[in-house]
């Protein structure tokens, strides 16, 4: 499947860069359905049309104040995201504290950007997170795998890597699933790929995928997952530029 998904990113290639119509285009369908989706695998109860209009500035009635600052929030994060795509910035922790500090801004300001003091479990999977004592080190390990061996692997199989590897870390209170999907995001998109925007209709699929390699080291369902996903993420430009 990664031949097919270079293949059409090399096609897409020829495109770039594309008129600034366009990327605002895909840019506002991308930001909703990004932030629509990974919200509700976390429980969210906005529709797409209601994360729409939150974005747009509309209070939907009988929706939680944080709900709504879970989209406005999000959205933010993926602008932060594609900040330090366009400045070209070096993968750090605190890029990371950062997505995480916009994640929970309004929500949980104590916690934001912060490492968990306290240990933690991930409901219903089979391995636990690391103790709370070892999350400098762990992190810091983490950092320094991407900067010396993460160059290695194919763009997908990196941007899996960093989904997994961050989620099994788990350093974070709260908002670790969207900042593991925020960062998984960011390299793809620093490699010229289309963002794997995972469906709640997926959630299983995707839990399940993601505690077999936390749990067994079992890679393959998960790398699947996401190639399959990016394959989807061509469907959009191919609309917009008649690919």
Do not use: K
């Given at each position: 499947m990664f031949e097919l998904i270079d293949n059409l990113k090399a096609k897409l290639d020829q495109y770039r860069p594309f008129p600034s119509s366009i990327t605002r285009n895909l840019q506002e369908d991308l930001i909703l359905r990004w932030t629509y989706h990974s919200n509700a695998i976390e429980s969210n109860s906005l529709t797409l049309l209601e994360t729409k209009v939150v974005l747009e500035g509309i209070t939907v009635a009988g929706k939680t104040l944080n709900e709504h600052f879970e989209a406005?929030?999000?959205?933010?994060?993926?602008?932060?995201?594609e900040d330090i795509i366009k400045k070209d910035e070096p993968f750090s922790e605190w890029q990371i504290r950062n997505i995480h500090q916009l994640i929970l801004k309004n929500i949980d300001d104590e916690n934001a950007g912060r490492y968990r003091q306290q240990n933690v479990l991930i409901s219903g999977a089979a391995t636990n997170p690391p103790d709370y004592t070892l999350l400098n080190d762990k992190m810091a390990q983490f950092i320094d795998w991407y900067n010396t061996d993460a160059h290695k692997l194919h763009p997908l199989e990196r941007a899996a890597k960093v989904h997994a590897d961050f989620v099994g870390i788990h350093p974070f209170i709260d908002g670790n699933g969207r900042t593991s999907r925020l960062l998984m995001n960011l390299e793809l998109l620093k490699s010229g790929y289309p963002p794997s925007v995972i469906t709640v209709d997926n959630r299983l699929a995707y839990y399940e995928?993601?505690?077999q390699w936390m749990a067994y080291g079992n890679t393959e369902s998960f790398m699947n997952l996401v190639a399959t996903v990016v394959l989807d993420g061509f469907k959009p430009y191919q609309v917009v530029l008649g690919l």
């Open positions: 406005i929030n999000h959205r933010d994060a993926i602008l932060y995201v995928a993601l505690d």
